[in-house]
């Protein structure tokens, strides 16, 4: 199943951001854009992700070095938490005997 797709420029119009920031997290390769046919589509899964970034760069003032170092942090912590998640499954297992 084709993920559905939401244009940049539908994005732009709905969160009244301007193409910079845009073109920012694409540089910076924050956000996974999907390009079809020459034009930037996000994932509609992804737009919850946009929206925290929006939030954070619009509300908090925080720039887009503060995002990048924050996304890093908060990948780290979740691939903890996967790896917590599998050794109490593997404790779990040892804990039956």
Known sequence: ???TLISIETISTYHKVDEDFIEHLKNAEIINF???DSNYYLEEEELPHFEK?????YDLH???E???AIQHMLRKMESMQRQMQQ?????RLYEDF
């Open 87 to 91: 050794l109490e499954n593997r404790l």
């Open 1 to 3: 199943m084709k993920p």
């Open 34 to 36: 999907i390009i079809e």
């Open 53 to 57: 970034i929006v939030r954070m760069y």
């Open 66 to 68: 503060g995002i990048e």
């Open 62 to 64: 925080i720039n887009m």
